[in-house]
Protein backbone atom coordinates (compact mmCIF):
# COMPACT_ATOMS: atom_id res chain seq x y z
CA UNK A 1 0.00 0.00 0.00
CA UNK A 2 1.04 3.35 -0.82
CA UNK A 3 -0.46 4.99 1.95
CA UNK A 4 -1.13 8.97 1.81
CA UNK A 5 0.34 10.20 -1.52
CA UNK A 6 0.73 13.95 -2.07
CA UNK A 7 1.77 15.77 -5.70
CA UNK A 8 3.36 17.62 -6.48
CA UNK A 9 6.14 18.19 -3.89
CA UNK A 10 7.16 21.10 -4.81
CA UNK A 11 5.79 24.10 -6.56
CA UNK A 12 6.83 27.71 -7.26
CA UNK A 13 3.90 30.35 -7.92
CA UNK A 14 3.55 34.11 -8.09
CA UNK A 15 1.67 36.05 -6.35
CA UNK A 16 -2.10 36.15 -7.90
CA UNK A 17 -1.54 32.50 -9.79
CA UNK A 18 -3.98 29.57 -8.80
CA UNK A 19 -3.15 26.13 -7.98
CA UNK A 20 -4.61 22.42 -6.87
CA UNK A 21 -2.93 20.45 -4.86
CA UNK A 22 -3.58 16.49 -5.06
CA UNK A 23 -4.03 13.90 -2.36
CA UNK A 24 -4.82 10.21 -2.85
CA UNK A 25 -4.88 7.12 -0.09
CA UNK A 26 -5.50 3.59 -0.53
CA UNK A 27 -6.46 2.66 3.12
CA UNK A 28 -10.20 3.31 2.24
CA UNK A 29 -10.30 5.63 5.96
CA UNK A 30 -13.37 8.49 5.73
CA UNK A 31 -11.92 11.07 7.06
CA UNK A 32 -9.46 13.19 5.20
CA UNK A 33 -7.44 16.03 6.32
CA UNK A 34 -5.35 19.39 4.80
CA UNK A 35 -3.08 20.97 7.29
CA UNK A 36 -0.41 23.46 6.69
CA UNK A 37 3.13 23.57 8.56
CA UNK A 38 4.52 27.28 9.40
CA UNK A 39 7.96 27.31 11.60
CA UNK A 40 7.37 27.69 15.22
CA UNK A 41 3.34 26.97 14.93
CA UNK A 42 3.25 23.36 14.32
CA UNK A 43 0.28 22.03 11.98
CA UNK A 44 -3.27 24.01 11.68
CA UNK A 45 -5.96 22.40 10.28
CA UNK A 46 -7.24 24.10 7.25
CA UNK A 47 -10.28 21.95 5.94
CA UNK A 48 -11.51 17.95 6.62
CA UNK A 49 -14.11 15.94 5.29
CA UNK A 50 -15.34 13.49 7.37
CA UNK A 51 -16.99 11.05 5.35
CA UNK A 52 -17.01 11.46 1.54
CA UNK A 53 -19.20 14.23 -0.48
CA UNK A 54 -18.83 16.56 3.49
CA UNK A 55 -16.54 18.97 3.64
CA UNK A 56 -15.86 21.45 6.38
CA UNK A 57 -13.68 24.27 7.47
CA UNK A 58 -10.22 24.25 10.16
CA UNK A 59 -8.51 26.24 11.94
CA UNK A 60 -7.31 28.64 8.87
CA UNK A 61 -9.50 27.92 5.98
CA UNK A 62 -9.57 31.37 4.53
CA UNK A 63 -7.80 31.56 0.80
CA UNK A 64 -8.54 27.65 0.30
CA UNK A 65 -11.11 25.38 -1.08
CA UNK A 66 -11.44 22.06 -1.13
CA UNK A 67 -13.24 19.28 -2.85
CA UNK A 68 -13.55 15.69 -1.62
CA UNK A 69 -13.85 14.05 -5.06
CA UNK A 70 -14.58 10.51 -4.13
CA UNK A 71 -13.33 8.65 -1.06
CA UNK A 72 -9.85 8.38 -2.28
CA UNK A 73 -8.90 11.54 -3.50
CA UNK A 74 -9.33 15.32 -1.31
CA UNK A 75 -7.92 18.29 -3.44
CA UNK A 76 -7.05 21.93 -1.84
CA UNK A 77 -6.86 24.47 -4.22
CA UNK A 78 -5.76 28.18 -3.72
CA UNK A 79 -7.86 30.35 -6.23
CA UNK A 80 -5.50 33.49 -5.89
CA UNK A 81 -2.03 32.44 -4.24
CA UNK A 82 -0.29 35.14 -1.56
CA UNK A 83 2.90 35.21 0.07
CA UNK A 84 1.27 34.22 3.24
CA UNK A 85 0.43 30.96 1.88
CA UNK A 86 4.36 30.03 1.33
CA UNK A 87 3.82 26.58 3.49
CA UNK A 88 4.17 23.00 3.60
CA UNK A 89 1.13 21.43 2.92
CA UNK A 90 -0.05 18.04 4.50
CA UNK A 91 -2.97 15.88 3.96
CA UNK A 92 -3.80 13.27 6.51
CA UNK A 93 -6.23 10.60 6.32
CA UNK A 94 -7.76 8.42 9.30
CA UNK A 95 -10.75 5.99 9.77
CA UNK A 96 -11.34 6.70 13.67
CA UNK A 97 -11.00 9.98 15.67
CA UNK A 98 -10.60 13.69 14.88
CA UNK A 99 -13.55 15.63 14.17
CA UNK A 100 -17.17 14.32 12.90
CA UNK A 101 -15.82 11.29 13.96
CA UNK A 102 -16.41 8.67 17.20
CA UNK A 103 -13.50 7.16 18.95
CA UNK A 104 -9.92 7.64 18.55
CA UNK A 105 -7.17 7.06 16.21
CA UNK A 106 -3.88 7.64 14.56
CA UNK A 107 -3.78 9.99 11.20
CA UNK A 108 -1.49 8.90 8.52
CA UNK A 109 0.21 11.70 6.86
CA UNK A 110 1.66 12.44 3.28
CA UNK A 111 4.98 13.37 2.34
CA UNK A 112 4.32 16.73 2.11
CA UNK A 113 4.24 19.89 -0.43
CA UNK A 114 6.41 22.35 -0.03
CA UNK A 115 5.04 25.83 -1.66
CA UNK A 116 6.25 28.60 -2.03
CA UNK A 117 4.49 32.34 -3.43
CA UNK A 118 6.48 34.78 -5.17
CA UNK B 1 -10.38 26.65 22.13
CA UNK B 2 -7.84 24.42 23.23
CA UNK B 3 -4.20 25.75 23.23
CA UNK B 4 -1.31 23.48 23.10
CA UNK B 5 2.54 24.51 24.38
CA UNK B 6 5.45 22.39 23.94
CA UNK B 7 8.88 22.48 25.70
CA UNK B 8 11.56 22.93 24.84
CA UNK B 9 11.53 23.96 20.83
CA UNK B 10 15.11 22.23 20.51
CA UNK B 11 16.81 19.72 22.64
CA UNK B 12 20.20 18.25 22.10
CA UNK B 13 21.07 15.18 24.06
CA UNK B 14 24.11 12.68 23.58
CA UNK B 15 23.49 9.34 22.07
CA UNK B 16 22.47 6.83 25.28
CA UNK B 17 20.98 9.63 27.14
CA UNK B 18 17.68 10.55 27.92
CA UNK B 19 15.12 12.87 26.35
CA UNK B 20 12.02 14.72 27.88
CA UNK B 21 9.39 16.92 25.89
CA UNK B 22 6.72 18.28 28.15
CA UNK B 23 3.05 19.71 26.06
CA UNK B 24 0.70 21.94 28.36
CA UNK B 25 -2.92 22.10 27.34
CA UNK B 26 -5.70 24.75 28.32
CA UNK B 27 -9.01 22.41 28.04
CA UNK B 28 -9.49 20.39 30.64
CA UNK B 29 -12.37 18.21 29.04
CA UNK B 30 -9.28 17.36 26.17
CA UNK B 31 -8.83 13.66 26.38
CA UNK B 32 -6.47 12.18 23.83
CA UNK B 33 -2.86 13.09 23.56
CA UNK B 34 -1.07 11.43 20.69
CA UNK B 35 2.75 12.46 20.16
CA UNK B 36 3.82 12.24 16.09
CA UNK B 37 7.63 12.07 14.77
CA UNK B 38 8.49 13.83 11.68
CA UNK B 39 11.64 12.77 10.22
CA UNK B 40 13.25 15.30 7.79
CA UNK B 41 11.38 15.35 4.42
CA UNK B 42 8.67 13.33 5.30
CA UNK B 43 5.36 13.92 6.97
CA UNK B 44 4.79 13.41 11.12
CA UNK B 45 4.22 9.66 12.17
CA UNK B 46 2.35 8.60 15.60
CA UNK B 47 4.53 7.17 17.84
CA UNK B 48 2.43 6.63 20.96
CA UNK B 49 -0.22 8.02 22.17
CA UNK B 50 -2.58 8.38 25.50
CA UNK B 51 -6.11 8.60 26.76
CA UNK B 52 -7.16 9.99 30.16
CA UNK B 53 -8.14 7.28 31.44
CA UNK B 54 -4.23 6.25 32.09
CA UNK B 55 -1.24 8.12 33.57
CA UNK B 56 1.49 6.04 31.69
CA UNK B 57 2.07 4.31 28.63
CA UNK B 58 5.25 2.47 27.48
CA UNK B 59 6.73 1.25 24.56
CA UNK B 60 9.97 -0.11 24.32
CA UNK B 61 12.24 3.22 24.80
CA UNK B 62 9.25 5.65 24.86
CA UNK B 63 6.77 6.55 27.42
CA UNK B 64 4.42 8.94 27.95
CA UNK B 65 2.99 10.58 31.37
CA UNK B 66 -0.03 12.39 31.89
CA UNK B 67 -1.14 14.98 34.37
CA UNK B 68 -4.75 15.53 34.37
CA UNK B 69 -4.64 18.00 37.24
CA UNK B 70 -1.77 19.73 35.77
CA UNK B 71 -2.80 19.40 32.21
CA UNK B 72 0.62 18.43 31.06
CA UNK B 73 1.64 15.22 29.50
CA UNK B 74 5.28 14.34 28.62
CA UNK B 75 7.06 12.02 26.15
CA UNK B 76 10.16 10.83 27.50
CA UNK B 77 13.00 8.46 25.52
CA UNK B 78 15.53 6.39 27.12
CA UNK B 79 18.47 5.22 25.61
CA UNK B 80 18.40 7.64 22.72
CA UNK B 81 19.76 6.46 19.18
CA UNK B 82 20.84 8.77 16.27
CA UNK B 83 17.81 7.87 14.90
CA UNK B 84 15.50 9.41 17.14
CA UNK B 85 16.67 12.89 15.89
CA UNK B 86 13.77 14.56 14.25
CA UNK B 87 11.23 16.70 14.99
CA UNK B 88 8.45 15.94 17.73
CA UNK B 89 4.96 16.92 17.90
CA UNK B 90 2.55 16.72 20.97
CA UNK B 91 -1.08 17.12 20.52
CA UNK B 92 -4.80 17.37 22.55
CA UNK B 93 -7.94 15.99 20.96
CA UNK B 94 -11.19 14.70 22.52
CA UNK B 95 -14.10 12.58 20.84
CA UNK B 96 -15.36 13.94 17.49
CA UNK B 97 -13.16 17.11 17.67
CA UNK B 98 -10.03 18.21 15.89
CA UNK B 99 -6.50 17.35 16.97
CA UNK B 100 -4.85 20.75 18.16
CA UNK B 101 -0.85 20.88 17.72
CA UNK B 102 1.88 21.98 19.48
CA UNK B 103 4.26 24.05 17.70
CA UNK B 104 7.34 21.12 17.97
CA UNK B 105 10.24 20.33 19.79
CA UNK B 106 13.66 19.59 17.31
CA UNK B 107 15.92 16.66 18.70
CA UNK B 108 19.33 16.34 17.89
CA UNK B 109 20.95 13.58 19.15
CA UNK B 110 24.80 13.75 18.98
CA UNK B 111 26.73 10.82 18.56
Known amino acids: NAGVTQTPKFQVLKTGQSMTLQCAQD?????MYWYRQDPGMGLRLIYYSASEGTTDKGEVPNGYNVSRLNKREFSLRLESAAPSQTSVYFC?????????????????FGPGTRLTVL | GENVEQHPSTLSVQEGDSAVIKCTYS??????FPWYKQELGKGPQLIIDIRSNVGEKKDQRIAVTLNKTAKHFSLHITETQPEDSAVYFC??????????FGPGTRLSVLP
Open chain 2, 91 to 100: AASQEGQNFV
Open chain 1, 92 to 108: ASSEAGGPGLAGYGEQF
Open chain 1, 27 to 31: MNHNS
Open chain 2, 27 to 32: DSASNY
